[in-house]
């Protein structure tokens, strides 16, 4: 069912809050470890997925088990603190697992670089010296359940005694009767030597994978109540100094409601125009500019009406309300119009606040090419070049597990550069749900920053990449690690981009044919409907809800979807259902014995618009004179009769007429059809002729009767006398 002024909803996805889940459990587990935090688990069978996202599914896949650790304050020891660290073995098999004793082994000598880091943190031991330094018994674990216990060193401990500052290699270990089973950690001991590094950190603002080109009102309530994504996301970077990535389509959901928009969205938008964070605008949709590029587009798509979404009674000015007492002697007023406040137009709807940068592009991590990169640096907006942000590991020095700064230069395009290893520990950090496993990530991300500040000569970028659904526990731990990490401050945008960027070198990066193929798919078939709407009156009543769905369906949360190709499927066939929504009924054949007279045909209107056409009509032949273009005005959600108006020729015969309807910009609407029409003219000739003579031969005898009636009278009374 639609609202008045809306366009007809195609299939969307029901979304739903992810609720808190499991804060007083963390909290008596971990009540003597003051927020354990965790780091990449070791695991003693196959691995989850990597970069999982915050959804009902088990943390560990079933059959599994997960052997974690995590140290206290993001693994950061400083001369005099103690080291204290969280275990936890997850058991996703159906047996139980028996109680172990838990070895915890510190390095003497720190990591010497970002690629050992890397080797280390995915299980790569050989050739790293770690001495055992302490020991904690594990519980035994019940089927589908974790155990978490803690481990750690005092602060006077020899094995802390006189470390330099570094990344130190620190593991967890406990032995199977399939062999020893280890998690890999670090422990970082700060340099405090009073340098500082900038570091931007960059937060997506997104509403997820979606269908429609709007969320709905339901979905905004929902997103945006107690526990909804949108209302996490928020609550995450409210307060910190986050550079902001909104999607320009969640704040155009709320403001087309006008006041039928839930109090929960309306409150939650003007909170996000009142903080005062640096942000830029994504992609309508958050759609990736890749897929666009490539599939031959010159520049990124951007809506081009949201009309069909607005109900001007939303925006009517109320009725002041009539006065408690009455005036005794009531003076009459002249009537006055009422002035109709405007609908905001395309660019109010789509605003994001005060934006920092305009022109800003953001790709699907790891799929922006050279060629894709320069092309968008020819985008000027305000005067400024296009601005693309890309991972480091699109760069060759990144790649190679150097450190890049964010501001760069390739040839003659502008950069931002995100640190590759540290958004990803962030991200994973961000969408866990418990504190003791979302330490791991935290510990990790804080180890590589530990590397990149001692690297860099300029500004650091970090990102949170994005997913819709975190909470604000796991979001503002993320961006508060990245910002008070040893030697770093926070930076905006404007000071990230401050200073001269620093030349980089992009790698050869394949082209994404598979959904660049998809985009190019959707564009064809966005030019059919686009002519099919030269229907309407106000073809954007179509064509705007149109674009805001391929958008949507470009967003690149899609990207890692499964359920992507159906969503394209699904909405092929709801496009292809519009485009046969305006067709001619079938016809039969029929007689025609007059000398003139009307045809009736019938045309199918399944849209709730009012449709313009023409009816072009053809015969076969010369016995037919036909109308050849008649006027259709197609109410909506109905069948109209036109009429034809037809004269025929002397001669009888079958004449066959081709029939099409047409937009009034001559565009083809439904399919061609033809009917045979048998014409009986000369028979009517015939017959009036016949019926002509024998009315004249029945005057010519009644005329001769009544000349031989009189005759004979007049006789008679001739002869009358003479007798």
């Known amino acids: 069912m639609t609202t008045p002024g809306s366009p007809a909803r195609r299939r969307a996805r029901p979304r739903a809050p992810r609720l808190i889940a499991g804060i007083a459990a963390s909290a008596v587990a971990l009540v003597a470890l003051l927020a354990p935090l965790a780091l990449p688990a070791a695991v003693a069978s196959p691995s989850p997925d990597p970069t999982p996202t915050p959804t009902a599914t088990p943390p560990v896949a079933p059959g599994t088990t997960v052997f974690t650790l995590a140290p206290v304050a993001n693994g950061i020891v400083r001369p005099g603190q103690s080291l204290t660290a969280s275990i936890t073995l997850q058991n996703g098999t159906d047996a139980a697992l028996p109680a172990a004793e838990v070895t915890l082994s510190l390095g003497p000598a720190p990591l010497p670089d970002r690629q050992s880091l890397t080797e280390w943190l995915d299980g790569q031991t050989d050739g790293v010296a770690v001495d055992p330094v302490a020991s904690a018994a594990l519980e035994p674990v019940a089927p589908r359940s974790e155990e ?169 000015t109320p009725d002041p309300a009539p006065s408690p007492t009455p005036s005794p002697t009531p003076t009459p007023t002249p009537e006055t119009e009422t002035e109709q406040p405007p609908v905001p137009d395309l660019a109010q709807l789509l605003s994001i606040g005060d934006a920092t940068r305009e022109g800003v592009y953001w790709p699907a991590d790891g799929t922006a090419t050279s060629d894709v990169i320069a092309a968008l640096s020819r985008l000027t907006s305000d005067d400024r070049a296009g601005l693309t942000v890309i991972p480091s590991s699109s760069t060759t020095a990144g790649a190679d597990g150097r450190t890049v700064p964010a501001h760069g230069r390739a040839g003659e395009s502008d950069v931002l550069v995100f640190d590759a290893d540290i958004s990803q520990q962030l991200q994973e950090a961000s969408v866990r749900e418990k504190s003791w496993l979302r330490g791991a990530s935290l510990t990790a991300a804080t180890a590589f920053l530990a590397f990149a500040t001692a690297e860099t000569d300029g500004p650091l970028l970090v990102s949170l990449g994005r997913s819709a659904d975190r909470d604000r526990v796991g979001l503002s731990t993320a961006i508060a690690t990245a910002a008070t990490a040893p030697g770093v401050v926070p930076r905006s945008l404007t000071a990230v981009m401050g200073g001269e960027p620093s030349g980089v070198e992009l ?54 979807e499964p359920q992507w190709p159906t969503a394209l499927a699904e909405h092929h066939a709801a496009t292809t259902e519009t485009l046969g929504s305006v067709a001619l009924l079938p016809a039969s054949a029929g007689d025609l014995y007059g000398a003139s007279a009307s045809l009736r045909f019938w045309v199918r209107n399944d849209l709730e618009y009012p449709v313009n056409l023409v009816l072009y009509t053809t015969p076969d032949n010369l016995r037919l004179d036909v109308q050849s273009e008649t006027p259709v005005v197609a109410t909506p959600q109905s069948n109209t009769r036109v009429e034809v108006p037809v004269q025929a020729r002397v001669g009888r015969g079958e004449v066959t007429l081709a029939l099409q309807l047409r937009s009034p910009a001559f565009v083809a609407i439904g399919p061609p059809q033809t009917v045979e029409v048998n014409v009986w003219a000369e028979w009517e000739a015939a017959g009036i002729a016949v019926l002509a003579v024998i009315v004249g031969g029945l005057l010519v005898i009644g005329v001769v009767r009544t000349v031989l009636r009189v005759r004979r009278r007049r006789r008679r009374g001739d002869e009358e006398p003479q007798r």
């Open 148 to 316: 978490v216990t803690s481990v750690g060193l005092a602060a006077d401990a020899p094995a802390l005694a006189g470390r330099a500052p570094g990344v130190y290699p620190l593991a967890a270990s406990y032995a199977t009767e399939s062999g020893v089973v280890t998690a890999t950690s670090a422990m970082i001991v700060p340099a405090d030597d009073g340098r500082e590094v900038g570091v931007g950190v960059v937060v997506p603002i997104t509403a997820g994978t979606l269908t429609d080109g709007l969320l709905t009102a339901d979905e905004l309530e929902v997103l945006t109540g107690p526990g909804g994504g949108l209302t996490g996301q928020l609550d995450g970077v409210d307060g910190t100094a986050a550079i902001l990535a909104i999607d320009p389509a969640i704040p155009a959901s709320i403001r087309v409601l006008g006041s039928s928009a839930p109090v929960s969205a309306v409150e939650w938008l003007d909170r996000l125009e009142a903080l005062p964070n640096s942000r830029f605008a994504l992609q309508f949709g958050d759609a990736d500019v890749t897929a666009q590029l490539q599939a031959g587009l010159t520049k990124p798509l951007s809506p081009t009406s949201l009309t069909a979404y607005v109900d001007p009674a939303n925006f009517a």
């Open 507 to 560: 790698r050869d990066i394949e082209p994404q044919a598979e959904r660049a193929a998809a985009a190019s798919a959707l564009l064809t078939r966005e030019s059919e409907l686009s002519r099919f709407a030269t229907i309407l009156d106000d073809p954007a009543m179509l064509t705007g809800p149109e674009r805001a769905e391929i958008l949507q369906l470009l967003g690149v949360e899609w990207v890692a």
